[in-house]
């Protein structure tokens, strides 16, 4: 597909494009100032939630651009169905700002078609409209198809925050807010983070009511860019105004930002590992590298390694095959400041010593860790000392017992230098030792001739070092200018020549005056030197010129060495010299081009990045990664990012290319990332989180997540565990009725932060006290004190006295009412119980369970109400007896009726039971409310003498026979005998009703079924009674319905009249009651043609009524 979008000018739109792949979603763009996204959902996908296809819905949205004030703009969401765009190649929205007349367009191309989709949807997040202005919004096909849709909706601005003004005063280090004339604001300082402005800690948080005209100075501790103003009105949820003035700061990414900044070391030698995690104010991330510190003073350069970034993990750093050492350390870099932290503990692993024997050096070593160290000479100039080969390498293996190790160093020049490192990890000091002043040379060669080989100079250039086409890696080849030596090489040159030695291009020698040399032949040793901060190499090559007698100075050639190697993006020096007596040396230093080098891209493993490519399906999520190389290894790793880094190690997965990974889809949430990187020496990652914007995830992550509430102190606390950051706020509330309104507390909302727990406060516990967990307007989790052994009953009445004003008000169904209308049960006279409940307050008898000082401003008290309760309770029981007297009396004057009703239900009470003899099969479904009725109508039934069964039942039949088969033969018994088939309705029956009609209707003569066992069916003991909530029911159908409509047996259909409003159609052909209105006209159904006359079921009738009226309501 291909979108095209104008971006915002003066008076129209101007055109621009954009290419999407069909299935992609494009990112915002901004041009003219103005930020526009477009987007094209996958197909097939289910739409939306909310939008049946075709559907264009429009809605409001904000467009903030750094450095910009923030404007409304209206955002698009189109669903199409893929059947109704046959023949179109695509789409163009059109949009007109009423009043302004300002008009844009915006269209949709597709580039192929895929296969099987059957909807598209396309997003448009903002087109800016101005506050107050209607926008018309239409569709239409490319080319014309017909289909048309369009919307209208009035673009309203959010309500502005505060107007306030500011001063950073350095010299106080303060901060002045100005307030103008008018309301008074709450002003504080925060530091903004991921998801909210946290408070700074104390003693500079401080929250301060401003009146207008007025100013206060506010303190901070460290000037930071995070450090923010923040301003509102003191009532609850007003708009909030917030400054950031220190973001562009130059002052604020100085030593302060790391002031700020807690250091805490985790390095381990034991595991060879550099560790530290950073506890920061503002939510920094820097970039972490080595460097070395040639003294152990805070004060000295440290030299940064190559190579060396370490990785970030929840602001914790690690690098792992590391000598840890005091001078080993980390150089934290944050925009255009650094800060270098060290180590915390003096001590080292490994330490050593030497000593001078004749011509060798003893080096002593001890270690208490296995290790592996190197050992070489090398030859000082300054504060350099580079190893030159050979190497010498001893080993102190796992599972030894720690002691000293000995390692023995030839010595062809006295006075020579030795470099010891560890060689078994890849970042490691070197300790230098020298037992004399003297230099040292590469290896052990003896001198050469006083006039051999000169250095003119020095040339170093990158290549690749190739195995394979795909297999290389870079180095350095130097190419060495060669003429015939002087004899003096220490002697000046002349004005305007370099110098021999040359530290950065190579020094070129001038031709002097002299005699020729009489050396029918140049001959000399040259020596190379390459040197990183973590390995070095020497070689030594021998150079014959058969020439004739030349002079000094002559030219003799290049000579070329391919090559150094060594890692991208490092510095190497290389050093040449030869030699002769007189000691020509050339050195110079190089960078190695990093990943950027295009002949890298292609040639070096470590350059080739693959890419994620992420496809949900409805149990798994299939992750493939791209673009990797046959034969090549990858490690693919699955973590939880959060705000404040990754949450643990996660998941790693290596394997070769091509490489498929499958995620079961209930491990999806939204903090989901990816990330994969080839098998090399410090690669490249590619990482991606395909998941943070996915319904389904962020539904999984509600799911998963969990709200505990701790009351053990005299605050209440509370921890939300979540696998993921919850964009969520905690907001205490009062719900006195289990399932009623939980009343929002004023001014103790706040934002959830973090895994640890939350206090707000010091409001202290109460059984009435919940919390609840908001996110998107909803109410995502819920947690109540109700079951606490806590100060307090749950019939307290919360109240709110606001700070200076001693006026009282009850909070109640989300207002607070003032004590002179409110009314403890909502009825009698307003203001009854101002005084008693003021006069509590007082006298202490009400508990605070919030203090005015908490920064709110407000004082909550938890007022108890059993007292008044009871005492109204009093006179209703009072009123109760005395009605109950009237009507004994009332009673007695009508002595004569009351005597003629008794002596009518004796009699009727005193026989054997008008139903003595008959048998009835009661039919019902397996559910909770259906059974307690069942049980309570064959208890109201059985004085009556009706001998009643159930089905589904109980007992040795239906354990042998299976719940349907018992069930099928009851039927028949019961059409055979003549006995009343009783249709018991519940709402689980009127379904399983409804799906047998349908299934009826769809398939003809699916009802007429097999509805008993086979006359040859045994039931075996393995046999295993189960059955489905419904399937009894259903089955019962099936029988009954054909019988039914034949006319045969004899049904009386009952229904539930408070749960089931009618009878389903297949079961109307039977007469029916609704229980218990009707329990008169039942009995007597019963009873049959021969016992419905007189008034025989009367006194029966309430016995019956009341049995179903409690199971109904239990």
Known sequence: MEIKHPPRSHACLRRRKRRLAAGSAGPPVSSGGVGIGAGLRAPGLPPARGYQPPALALSRARLCLP?????????????????????????????????????????????????????????????????????????????????????????????????????????????????????????????????????????FHRQVLVLGGRHISLPYEFLVPCLCIEASYPHHDSPRSKHCPFRDQPDAYGPELWSSVRFHDYSASSKDQMA????????????????????????????????????????????????????????????????VECPHRPETAWNVSVSVRGLQLHLHLTSSVPAAFSAALCQRHGRQCEPEAPFYTVTRPEGSAPGELALLLPVHVLGSCVLVWRSDVHFARKQLLCPDDTDVLCGTEPPGPGHGLALDQLQLEPVLRCTGPTACSPCLEARLHLTTGTGDPRRPAPSGIPEAEDGGKGGRWPAVDGT?????????????????????????????????????????????????????????????????????????????????????????LQCQVPRLQVSPGPKEVVVEVQGAMAGHSYTLRLYHNQSHGASGPGRAVTASSPMNYSLPADEVLPCLCLQVWPETQDPL?????????????????????????????????????????????????????????????????????????????????????????????????????????????????????????????????????????????????????????????????????????????????????????????????????????????????????????????????????????????????????????????????????????????????????????????????????????????????????????????????AGAAECGPGPQHVPSPDDVPTVAPCEAFAAALSCTVPELAAGNGHYVVVRLEALVPAVPPALRAAPAFALPSETGGFLRALA???????????????????????????
């Open 516 to 604: 020729a040399s009489s050396q029918p032949n140049v001959t000399g040793l040259l020596l190379l030197s390459g040197h990183t901060y973590a390995s070095s190499r020497c070689v030594a090559v021998e150079v014959q010129a058969p020439l004739a007698p030349a002079l000094p100075g002559q030219p003799l050639g290049w000579v070329t060495f391919r090559c150094f190697e060594a890692p991208l993006g490092s510095k190497l020096h290389v050093t040449a010299y030869t030699n002769s007596r007189d000691h020509w040396r050339l050195s110079q230093w190089q960078w190695v081009p990093d990943c950027s080098w295009p002949a890298a891209q292609a040639a070096i």
């Open 276 to 339: 530290m995690v950073l506890s920061a104010s503002c939510p920094l991330h820097p970039r972490a590298t080595l460097c070395w510190r040639e003294v152990a003073a805070e004060t000295a350069p440290c030299h940064d390694v190559p190579n060396s970034t370490a990785s970030e993990e929840e602001q914790a750093y690690t690098l792992d095959k590391v000598d840890v050492h005091p001078q080993l350390c980390f150089r934290f870099s944050y925009g255009n400041s650094s800060h």
């Open 685 to 1005: 990652r590619a990482t991606l989180c395909p998941f943070s914007h996915d319904a389904e995830a962020w539904e999984r992550l509600w799911a998963r997540s969990r709200l505990i509430l701790h009351a053990g102190g005299q605050a209440l606390t509370c921890s939300l565990s979540a696998p993921c950051d919850l964009p969520a706020e905690l907001v205490p509330c009062w719900q006195p009725a289990p399932a009623g309104l939980c009343q929002a507390l004023p001014g103790l909302r706040q934002p959830a932060v973090g895994q640890g727990l939350q206090e707000f406060g010091g409001l202290r516990p109460h059984p009435n006290l919940c919390v609840q967990v908001w996110s998107d307007g909803q109410v995502r989790l819920t947690q109540c004190l109700r079951d606490r052994a806590l100060p307090g009953r749950p019939d307290d009445l919360l109240l709110l006295e606001h700070e200076g004003n001693a006026s009282l008000c009850a909070l109640e169904r989300s207002t607070c009412t003032p004590l002179t209308n409110f009314t403890s049960t909502g009825v009698g006279r307003p203001g009854l119980l101002e005084q008693e409940l003021r006069r509590d307050v007082a006298a202490g008898q009400c508990r605070q369970i919030w203090h005015a000082e908490n920064n709110t401003g407000v004082t909550l008290w938890a007022c108890p109400l059993h007292k008044y309760l009871r005492a109204r309770w009093v006179l209703a029981w009072m009123g109760v007896l005395v009605g109950a007297a009237c009507l004994l009396l009332l009673l007695l004057l009508k002595k004569e009726d009351m005597k003629g009703w008794l002596k009518s239900l004796r009699a009727d009470y005193g026989s054997e039971g008008p139903l003595r003899g008959r048998r009835a099969l009661l039919v019902h479904a397996m559910e909770p409310v259906a059974e307690r009725a069942a049980c309570a109508l064959m208890a109201a039934l059985r004085p009556l003498g009706l001998a009643v069964t159930a089905a589904p039942g109980g007992g040795s039949g239906i354990a042998a026979w299976g719940p349907l088969p018992w069930l099928h033969a009851q039927h028949r018994q019961a059409l055979r005998d003549g006995d009343t088939i009783i249709l018991f309705l519940s709402p689980a029956a009127v379904a399983a009703a409804h799906q047998w009609d349908a299934r009826a209707r769809a398939v003809p003569g």
């Open 1088 to 1114: 049959g043609p021969g016992r419905q006359r007189g008034r025989w079921p009367e006194p029966y009738v309430a016995a019956v009524a009341e049995g179903l009226r409690r199971s109904v309501g239990e």
């Open 67 to 203: 450095s910009q004030p923030c404007q409304p703009c209206l955002r698009v969401r189109l669903a199409l169905p893929a059947a109704e765009l046959g023949g179109v190649r695509g789409l163009q929205l059109n949009f007109l700002e009423l009043g302004s007349n300002r008009a844009g367009w915006l269209q949709v191309w597709r580039r192929h078609r895929a296969p099987g989709s059957s909807l598209w949807q396309v997003r448009f997040d903002c087109f800016p409209a101005e506050s107050g202005r209607q926008v018309l919004v239409s569709l239409r096909t490319i080319p014309d198809r017909g289909l048309a849709l369009s919307r209208s909706r009035l673009v309203v601005a959010e309500p502005p925050g505060p107007v306030f003004t500011h001063a950073w005063v350095p010299e106080a280090r303060a901060i002045e807010v100005w307030v103008p004339e008018g309301p008074a604001l709450m002003v504080r300082l925060c530091h903004q983070l991921a998801l909210e402005c946290e408070e700074l800690p104390r003693p």
